[in-house]
Every structure is written in structure tokens, then in C-alpha cells.
């Protein structure tokens, strides 16, 4: 099997608010210029579908909002270093059912779990509603910056 080099996955739901918080990334980064070995995808609201979309690349990045009890629009960064020492309520309870945790896991114990960035951005509200909150929006360009940092050039 050949695996994509590098996929960039947002997850999340836009009818609730801010947790749509990935898939605007994903809508926003279409618009830049990224080195041909990126896969950008929506990953929807994520779950057992992000299975195949993590063991069929090297290197993935992964958007989601989270609530780890930052103002609103703060982002955090962690990697497949941090996994274990992930707190558990940044995996908020939503609609991704499992959760990206579980996923995650799953995938660890497999022994296919990519080499991952994950880049979460604390909400300000996931109350059913289409579009991110001021505080989230506002946040995006330093959030797409950071993203476009760690992409490597080629991989």
C-alpha cells in the first residue's frame, strides 16, 4: 500500500457553532499555495471514518475545536509525543462519536498511528447555529499561520 504523504484533516460540524472550527481551516487553507505531497480533507464529524484517513499517510495534522478552558480563539499544539499525556477534557463531549481520543488509541494500539500534529483552538460556544463564533473567526489567520509552519516543504 502507498501511503499520501502528508494529510491535513479538519473535523467538526458547522451547524454547531464554533466545533465547525476544522472544516473552515480546511475551507481556508484551499485558498494557499501548499506543497504538492498535502491532502487537505474534510473529516466531517470525525469518528470510526478517520481510521482509514490516519493509517493511509506518514503525516497528519489534524483541526479540531476543544474546550480546555483557554479564552476563546487560544489554540493549543500538541503532537504523537503528547498523546498519553493528553488531558481528557480536550477532547470535549460532541458529536464525534467515538471520540478523536478513542480513534486515536485505537490507532496507537494497532501500531498505525502516522506521526500527527493536532492543533486544537478553544471554542467560545458549539450551540447548534451555522458559523463560527467573533472570538474563533478572529483567531483563524494566527491559527492558519501555525498550520503553514509545520508543513514541511517536502516530505
Known amino acids: 500500500m502507498t501511503r499520501t504523504q502528508l494529510r491535513i ?6 451547524l454547531m457553532g464554533d466545533d465547525g472550527l476544522g472544516i473552515a481551516v480546511i475551507e481556508q487553507l484551499q485558498q494557499h499555495q501548499l506543497p504538492p505531497c498535502v491532502e487537505l480533507i474534510d473529516g466531517g464529524c470525525g469518528g470510526l471514518s478517520l481510521v482509514p484517513l490516519l493509517t493511509e499517510c506518514r503525516l497528519a495534522i489534524i483541526i479540531d475545536a476543544a474546550d480546555f478552558g483557554a479564552n476563546p480563539g487560544s489554540i493549543k499544539t500538541l503532537t ?3 498523546l498519553s499525556q493528553i488531558p481528557a477534557q480536550i477532547f470535549r463531549p460532541s458529536s464525534h462519536q467515538p471520540g478523536l481520543a478513542d480513534v486515536l488509541q485505537l ?3 494497532l501500531n ?3 506521526q500527527l500534529t493536532m492543533f486544537f483552538m478553544q471554542v467560545a460556544n458549539c450551540r447548534q447555529g451555522y458559523g463560527l463564533s467573533g472570538q474563533v473567526r478572529a483567531a483563524l489567520p494566527d491559527l492558519i499561520a501555525e498550520i503553514r509552519r509545520v508543513i514541511p516543504p517536502t516530505v
Open 9 to 14: 484533516i479538519g473535523i467538526g460540524n458547522p
Open 80 to 82: 504523537t509525543a503528547d
Open 112 to 114: 498505525e498511528l502516522p
Open 107 to 109: 490507532l496507537k494500539k
